[in-house]
C-alpha cells in the first residue's frame, strides 16, 4: 500500500525537481548496451525520418526503432520477421504510403496516430506508440505494460476504473489513445505550474517507466 501511496503522491505533484529526478533515474534503468542507441533515439530528428526515402525508412525501423523498441531477443526476431514481409513480398508501396500518413495525421488525434502506425508489420499499439512518440515527443508518449502497471498504481485518477481494465500486455489502440491523452494532460499540468515548456508526453511516459522499473527493482531482491 505504501508504493501505491507514493506513486500517487507522485503523480499528484507537479514539483519540477521531484519529477526531474525521476526522468533522470530513467537513464539509469537503460542497459549499458543499449545506451548510444537509447540516446540517437532520444536525439531523433522528425524532419529527417520525413525525408527518408522508403528503403531508408525501412532501414530505419530494422536496424534502429525495432532494436531500441524490443529489447528481448525473441521478439525482436518476431517482429522483424514480420517487417521483412515487405521486402520478402516486394511490398515496399504499402510502406511507403504508411510513412506518408505516419506525417500527414491531425497530431491531436492519438487514436488516429496509433491506427496508422500499427499498420506497419510487426507493430502493435505499444510499438506504434513508441515509434510516435520519438517522432513526435510533444503528442505522444509510449503505451506499454510499464506505463499501464504504473498508472494503475494511481489512486485517483479519474480514468481509474478504465485503467484498471486494461491487459498490460494486450493494449487495445483505443486505450492507447486514452493513456496518451493522460500523458498530454500531466505535461501540460507540469509546464504550467513550473512556466516551463520541458515536459512532453513522451517526458512523463520515460517517468511512469522509471517509476515501474524502479518498483520491480525494489521488490525482487
Known amino acids: 500500500m505504501g508504493v501505491r501511496m507514493d506513486l500517487t503522491y507522485f503523480w ?3 514539483d519540477d525537481m521531484l519529477w526531474e529526478e525521476k526522468l533522470e533515474e530513467y537513464w539509469r534503468f537503460v542497459k549499458p548496451e543499449n545506451l548510444v542507441l537509447e540516446k540517437e533515439m532520444e536525439r531523433l530528428n522528425s524532419e529527417i525520418v520525413k525525408g527518408m526515402l522508403i528503403n531508408e525508412f525501412y532501414y530505419f525501423l530494422y536496424h534502429e526503432y525495432f532494436v531500441w523498441k524490443y529489447t528481448a531477443k525473441n521478439r525482436l526476431t518476431t ?13 515496399l508501396d504499402e510502406l511507403k504510403a504508411i510513412h506518408h500518413e505516419i506525417f500527414s495525421f491531425d497530431l491531436e488525434n492519438a ?3 496509433i491506427t496508422i ?14 515509434l510516435l512518440s520519438l517522432l513526435f515527443p510533444n503528442y505522444f508518449g509510449t503505451v ?9 498504481l494511481v489512486e485517483n485518477l479519474p480514468q481509474k476504473s478504465i485503467i484498471m481494465r486494461i491487459s498490460p500486455v494486450g493494449i487495445k489502440s483505443h486505450e492507447g489513445a486514452l493513456l496518451v491523452q493522460i500523458m498530454r494532460e500531466k505535461a501540460t499540468a507540469l509546464n504550467a505550474a513550473n512556466h516551463s515548456l520541458l515536459w512532453t508526453a513522451r517526458k512523463v511516459d520515460m517517468v511512469l517507466w522509471a517509476s515501474r522499473q524502479s518498483f520491480w527493482h525494489n521488490h525482487s531482491r
Open 111 to 113: 487514436a488516429e496516430g
Open 79 to 91: 517482429t522483424r520477421n514480420s517487417l521483412r514481409k515487405y521486402i520478402i513480398q516486394n511490398k
Open 144 to 152: 506499454d505494460q510499464y506505463v499501464v502497471k504504473a498508472l494503475q
Open 117 to 130: 502506425a500499427q499498420k506497419i508489420h510487426g507493430l502493435g499499439t505499444a510499438g506504434a506508440s513508441g
Open 12 to 14: 499528484n505533484s507537479n
